[in-house]
Structures are given as structure tokens and as C-alpha cells.
């Protein structure tokens, strides 16, 4: 196949004697010939379509666009994920938690017991801040923020152990309910919900020892919970001022 090659004309112009300068091509372009030589097209790809090339990429790119993934390496479509319905479904768990506890705090504080209500109102804050950190991770991995409705929380008591031995019970549960969303991750290879769980795992101990231990004390005093309150007070006083644990996971909103 020949090859064409640019030379400069040769012709000269009548009554001049100045060569011309324009370029001709051979051996397909006439003089005298009006219309331009164009550039060769794009070669096609392979598939016959015209190479695109996407930023950052060094080479030529065919096909259509790439999945959006999330960091975890899970599509927007994990919603079938065991993790993710138990994600969303533990978001309202917890804000449950945190309404039951307000409505505990609420029936001691009209027991005129101080300290057991400020001991549920700190536990009804802890419990939206588990919310709003599980509600986080949601959107932080890319999933569909998901905020389920609750049950009108338990507000009438017998006795003060009572509201004690449903917080135990409640705490139990969600302690098989995390140890079931940490499995979930495990078996689905999502490494970053697993270390996620880690935190929720080791505060669910402390949550469930120290409320075992409040229904001890409080089933010890019988009728007589003055002592309760007492110890509860030198438990605070032992705290300190608490505040927001800053290796805790983010919160939507910040935590409380």
C-alpha cells in the first residue's frame, strides 16, 4: 500500500518568478482543486465503536461504566445482605432502648428517686447515640439509610426492681441481636462491619454486668431502696463528668 507524502509545488506563477508555497498531496490531490484535505478518522475498536478514555485511565476503555461499589466492595443492592437487614433493623432497636429508658427514668424521677432516674437518662442517651452510630455506619457504607417505626415504650410499675429486670432483659436481647449482626458479617467476608461490631460487642458485657448488678442491689434493698440511691451516687461521683467517648464511632448528628 502507498504511502502519501506531502511536497512543497513546484509550480511557478505566470509572470513570476516566486515559487508557490502551498502544499499538495499526492498522488490523489488535483491543483486548482478547491476542497481541503481532511484527517484520517479514529480508528474503531475491535467492537467497532470509538475509544473512550475515562480520567485517570492510561488506555482506551470500551463497554459501559463500572458499578458504583461502596468501601466494603458491596453494591447499592446488599439490601439482601443478612447484615444490612439486621443493620436497619437494629437502628430502631436501639431507639426503642433509648425511649423505654427515658420512660423508666420518668416513673423514678415520680418515685422521687433521683439517682435511678439519672441513671436511665444517661442509659436513654446512650442508647440514641448507638442509634445514631449504627444510622451512620449506614450511610457512611453506602447503604439506604433505614429508621423503622417503634412500639410505645412500657411506662407503669409494680415496684422499683421491676423497670430494672425489663432494662436486663432488653439488654440481653440486644446482645444476641449484635452477636447475630456481627455472624452476619463474618459469613458475607465484610470485614469493615465485622470491626465495626467489635465496640458493640465488648460495651454489651459492661451494659449487661452493670445492670445485673443494679437488680442485685435493688432486690437486696426490698421496700427500702434508699441504699440504691446511695450507691448510685458514689457510682457517678466514681464516673465522673463521662462525656462523649472520643474512640466512640461517629454519630449522625453528633452524639450526646
Request: glycine letters at 8%.
Amino acid at each position: 500500500m502507498r504511502s502519501r507524502s506531502i511536497s512543497p509545488c513546484v509550480r511557478r506563477t505566470p509572470g513570476s518568478s516566486r515559487r508557490c508555497r502551498c502544499a499538495t498531496t499526492s498522488p490523489s490531490t488535483t491543483y486548482g482543486s478547491t476542497s481541503r484535505p481532511t484527517r484520517a478518522a479514529s480508528p474503531p475498536s475491535a467492537s467497532g465503536s470509538t475509544w473512550r478514555r475515562t480520567a485517570g485511565s492510561s488506555g482506551p476503555r470500551s463497554g459501559p461504566a463500572a458499578v458504583l461499589t461502596g468501601p466494603s466492595g458491596h453494591d447499592r443492592g446488599t439490601a439482601d445482605s443478612e447484615f444490612t437487614r439486621r443493620l436497619a433493623a437494629q437502628v430502631g432497636t436501639e431507639v426503642s432502648a433509648s425511649q423505654q429508658y427515658i420512660a423508666v427514668a420518668a416513673w423514678f424521677e415520680q418515685q422521687t428517686l433521683p439517682e435511678l432516674a439519672a441513671f436511665f437518662y444517661r442509659q436513654a442517651v446512650e442508647e440514641r447515640n448507638h442509634a445514631m452510630m449504627l444510622l451512620r455506619f449506614e450511610m457512611d457504607t453506602d447503604r439506604d439509610a433505614h429508621l423503622p417505626g417503634v412500639a410505645e415504650p412500657r411506662s407503669d410499675f409494680a415496684d422499683p426492681a421491676e423497670p430494672i429486670r425489663l432494662a436486663l432483659a432488653q439488654e440481653r436481647r440486644v446482645t444476641d441481636q449484635i452477636t447475630a449482626m456481627a455472624n452476619a458479617a463474618r459469613a458475607e467476608s465484610d470485614y469493615q462491619a465485622e470491626q465495626f461490631m467489635q465496640r458493640f460487642l465488648k460495651e454489651q458485657v459492661e451494659e449487661v454486668s452493670s445492670m445485673n448488678d443494679l437488680l442485685k442491689i435493688v432486690e437486696y434493698a426490698g421496700a427500702n431502696v434508699l441504699p440504691v440511691e446511695d450507691y448510685l451516687s458514689r457510682e457517678a461521683a466514681k464516673a465522673g463528668g463521662g462525656g462523649v467517648d472520643p474512640t466512640a464511632p461517629p454519630a449522625a448528628g453528633g452524639a450526646l
